[in-house]
């Protein structure tokens, strides 16, 4: 019984195995097929048709981007550290994040840095000092003015 129970597992795995490339294999021939129907139909949605292919709506322009709402300071159990985060913006490339340390005087206009420019919805930022505050911004990259407005500052010390 043990020995056909074996048997029976080995062949379920070679199975598995099988139908996994199978499924490759059908995928990298339909886009194949794909490709070559979009080359030489030249858009033209007669001879789209005639392949069996779907045809697809044509791409919409994203348009103006909103700036990223909920940006959101958290301090780490790490001296120096905030944590920071932000929602996602539909039709968002990626995010540009930027922060100034605030004057202790007061007053002044901040001196934006670049901390990041990427797709993550979130940042640590390291290396600040305690008990320093710091302001935080971001602003969405893409749509067709290339990015948002920025998103409403937030401030925090660091620990």
Same mark, same amino acid.
């Given at each position: 019984m043990a020995l056909s129970c074996q048997n029976l597992r080995v062949e379920a795995k070679n199975l598995t195995e099988q139908k996994g490339w199978v499924r490759k294999e059908l995928k990298v021939l339909t886009t194949q097929r794909g490709t070559y129907v979009q080359m030489t139909s030249h858009g033209n949605a007669d001879v789209i048709a +005639? +392949?069996?292919?779907p045809i697809c709506n044509a791409p919409t322009p994203v348009g103006v981007l909103p700036p990223p709402l909920e940006l959101r300071l958290e301090v780490t159990q790490v001296n120096g550290e905030l944590q920071v985060r932000w929602n996602t913006v539909t039709g968002a490339k990626s995010y540009l994040l930027e922060f100034a340390e605030i004057p202790t005087s007061g007053g002044g206009d901040l001196t934006w840095v670049q901390a990041r420019l990427g797709g993550k919805l979130s940042y640590l930022a390291q290396g600040l000092i305690p008990g320093r505050r710091y302001a935080f911004?971001? %602003? %969405?990259v893409g749509g067709s003015t290339g990015s948002s407005a920025w998103s409403p500052v937030e401030e925090r010390m660091a620990a």
């Open positions: +005639s +392949s069996g292919m911004r971001v %602003a %969405a």
